[in-house]
C-alpha cells in the first residue's frame, strides 16, 4: 500500500510541479526552473521504480526501461542548465539514447511476448513514412530554418527514431491488448499515446528552437505537457509489460 501511495504522489507532484516549473521558466530560465524541472524529471524516474516494486517486475524489459527514463532525466538537466550548443548537443544526444533504449525494450520484447508478430510490415512502414510527410510539412509551415547541413541531418535522424519509437511502443501495446492480458487496454494506451507524447513534445520542441517559436508561451506549454506525462504513461507500463 505504501509503494502506491508513494506512485500517488509522484503523480501528484506532476500535476502540480509542472505549471510551476511552465511559470517559473518564463520568460527566461532561471536556477528556480532548473530545479523544478529536474524535479519534475525525477518524478517520472521515480514512476518507474516504483513500478518495478509495485508488480515486482525485475524483467529485462523493466531494466532497460528504466535505463531510458535516466537517460531523460540527464538530458532533461543539459537542455535546461545552459544556454550553450555544448549543453544542447549533450542533451540531444542524451535523449537518444534514451529513445534507443527504449526501442530496444520494445523490439525485443515484442517477439519474446508474440511470436508470431512480424517485425517489418507495411502498416508500420507506411505510419512511418506519413509521421515523416508530416515532419517536412511542419518545417516548413513553421519555416524552421536548419542549418549547417549536419543539423538537418542530425534533426531528420533523430525524428525518424523518435516516430519509429512511437510505432513499436504503440505495436507492444497493441499486441499486448490483443492477447486478452489483463489491463491490456490500460497497456495500450500507456505505450501508445505515451510515445505520441513524446513524438509531439520533440516535434514542438525542434519548431521553438529552430522555428522562431522560442516566445510562444502556448507551444511551450504543449511541449512541457506532453512530455513530462508521455514520459511518466511510458515509465508506468512497467507495471504490466513483463518479458
Known sequence: MLLKILFGIC???????????LKALWPEKCRKSLILKMICSTMFVSIGVLSIHISGNTSTYAIIMIIGLVFGWIGDYFLHAKP?????????????????????????????????Y?????????????FIALGLVALKAFKVKLNP????????????????MFI??????????????????????????????????DATLGIISFGGQKKNYRLKIFNILTYFWGQAMLASSILFIEA
Open 168 to 201: 513499436k511502443a504503440s505495436a507492444l501495446g497493441y499486441n499486448y491488448y490483443k492477447s486478452g492480458a489483463p489491463y491490456g487496454i490500460v497497456a495500450f494506451v500507456l505505450l501508445s499515446l505515451g510515445s505520441l507524447f513524446f513524438v509531439l513534445s
Open 149 to 164: 547541413i549536419i543539423l538537418k541531418i542530425g534533426i531528420y535522424f533523430y525524428f525518424a527514431i523518435v516516430t519509429f
Open 118 to 130: 512480424e517485425m517489418i510490415n507495411g502498416i508500420e512502414i507506411a505510419v512511418e513514412v506519413l
Open 84 to 116: 550553450s550548443d555544448a549543453y544542447f548537443v549533450t542533451g540531444f544526444l542524451t535523449f537518444l539514447i534514451g529513445h534507443f533504449f527504449y526501442i530496444g525494450a520494445y523490439v525485443r520484447t515484442l517477439p519474446k511476448l508474440f511470436p508470431d
Open 11 to 21: 503523480l501528484l507532484v506532476l500535476v502540480f510541479c509542472v505549471p510551476w516549473y
